[in-house]
């Protein structure tokens, strides 16, 4: 099977490298795929289609930039000795921290840019709020690039030339709102960017969804549910919005199965789940379908291996592992293997949409680092979420506490109660099946507090959840002694 041949018919030339894309180019509305010989192609053909793209970014790469070059050098790897797509994994997996102290060392964009300063088109980059902010510079074609995938995968969503996409994120230097928006415009859409973090936005966003009743939503999932609540106090159903297409990243609650079933239900649209990292935009490239299977992994536009932590090598099908990502068509700061951080199964079973991708069922469920251990047991926030979502009553919100009194870990769940469970004994019944069902799900038994619906405060952003005082017991026992 000649793909390229066959995808030129369709306004793209994947004989050149990077990818020629004709921008007038788009489906038939009716049309499942937007370019269906490669998403929908037997593995084997594709990946040869992968291989060749892989072994020109790592040649781009190798030539322009000498973050790469001495990397590599150090490994004992080099372009040449990529002689499949297995090989990759001999190849030196690239943590953010290198990602820093390059751009310390070479500002502003670091040593592993690989076009001139002057190239560079856009300036995204991370708020710094943990660390040293980290630089992103995208030069003109690679935007043009990443609108390009984002119009394919949202296309594979069910958005369509007739749908009002109204973006709800923060328009700065995070990425989701922009590629969420370049790539609504390129297939065709009408692009709402409302944006969101400003004092009273929320409630003018509801005003403004009654009025221009978008079809299809962009935010985070804390975010959707956020606005759901100021829809309600305002007397407004979110139902009678019209939204029917949600699509979210930034956190983990998309693909987690209670969450995803509360949105659904809150609008009456579908749930889509998406989202990888900043660093690799296209970012969408762990995307959904309409039929909400889980992530597929779009393998064409960025190459991912799930891998096993310890030894970055690509676990078995059906393993947890986490996401590390490669470029394929990125000119101006390629990633080439870049380690996520996050949690992932993959598997290699069929889709009901006909795409031949990998998936990833269960989404992005969770981060190696946002694991914490409570007596022995290893807990991820998505998991409590999970359970609490679940259960009749939950108000909508809640905090973890971990904090340590002698010798033993404390586990505090601190969750809302929905109004209609605010009488004494209801709350009392509604606390003991919280605490029962996190203990069995947990394996640890809980601290359940409850409080009044609305008292913790809502994000706007990535919602953050988990407090660990651990370390200032330590320091207390420190000073004692």
């Not at 499949?84 to 690239?94: H, Q, T």
């Not at 006909?354 to 989404?363: D, I, K």
């Not at 680092?369 to 991820?380: A, S």
Request: aromatic content about 8%.
């Amino acid at each position: 099977m000649n793909l390229e041949a066959i995808a030129r018919t369709r306004g793209v030339d994947l004989g050149a490298w990077p990818p020629r894309y004709d921008p007038a180019w788009r489906p038939a509305p009716g049309a499942e795929h937007w370019l269906p010989e490669v998403e929908c192609a037997p593995p084997a053909a594709r990946d040869g289609l992968i291989l060749a793209k892989l072994r020109a970014q790592v040649r781009w790469a190798w030539d322009k930039s000498p973050f790469y070059r001495r990397k590599w050098g150090e490994a004992g790897v080099s372009p040449d000795t990529l002689e499949s797509l297995d090989a990759l994994a001999r190849f030196p997996v690239v943590q953010k921290a290198e990602l820093r102290a390059a751009q310390a060392a070479h500002p502003p964009y670091g040593d592993y840019l690989c076009v001139a300063p002057e190239e560079v088109a856009r300036i995204h980059g991370t708020s710094g709020t943990t660390g040293r902010p980290t630089v992103f510079g995208v030069g003109r074609a690679d935007w043009e690039r990443i609108g390009e995938a984002h119009a394919r995968i949202l296309w594979g969503a069910g958005l369509r030339p007739g749908d009002r996409v109204m973006i709800c994120s923060f328009f700065s230097l995070y990425m989701g709102s922009w590629g969420a928006l370049v790539g609504a415009e390129r297939l065709g859409a009408t692009a709402f960017p409302f944006g969101a973090g400003v004092a009273g936005q929320t409630l003018m966003a509801v005003q403004w969804a009654r009025e221009l009743r978008p079809t299809a939503f962009y935010s985070t999932p804390s975010y959707a549910l956020h606005l759901a609540e100021t829809a309600r106090r305002e007397g407004v159903d979110p139902r009678a919005l019209g939204i029917r297409t949600l699509v979210f990243s930034g956190e983990p609650g998309a693909g987690i199965p209670a969450t995803r079933r509360l949105i659904e239900e809150t609008f009456g649209g579908l749930c889509v789940d998406m989202g990888s990292m900043a660093e690799m935009s296209p970012w969408m490239t762990n995307g959904e379908c309409r039929h909400r299977t889980g992530m597929h992994l779009w393998q064409d536009l960025v190459y991912t291996q799930v891998c096993d932590p310890a030894t970055w090598t690509p676990v078995p099908d059906g393993a947890e592992g986490t996401p590390v990502y490669t470029h394929l068509e990125r000119t101006s700061q390629p990633m080439i293997r870049l380690v996520s951080g996050d949690l992932a199964r993959w598997t290699a079973a069929p889709c009901a949409c006909g795409r031949t991708y990998p998936r990833l069922p269960q989404g992005l469920y969770g981060r190696i680092d946002d694991m914490f251990i409570v007596r022995g047991e290893n807990i991820y926030p998505s998991a409590i979420e999970d359970t609490l979502r679940a259960i009749e009553g939950f108000g909508g919100e809640f905090r973890v506490i971990i904090s340590r009194r002698e010798a033993m870990d404390d586990l505090l769940i601190r969750a809302e109660h929905a109004g209609s469970h605010a009488e004494p004994a209801l709350r009392a019944r509604l606390e003991e099946t919280m605490r029962e069902r996190l203990r069995a799900r947990l394996g640890v038994r809980p601290v359940v507090e409850l409080v009044p619906e609305g008292t913790l405060p809502r994000s706007e952003f990535k919602a953050r959840r988990v407090t660990d005082d651990r370390d200032l017991y330590r320091q207390t026992l420190g000073r004692r002694g």
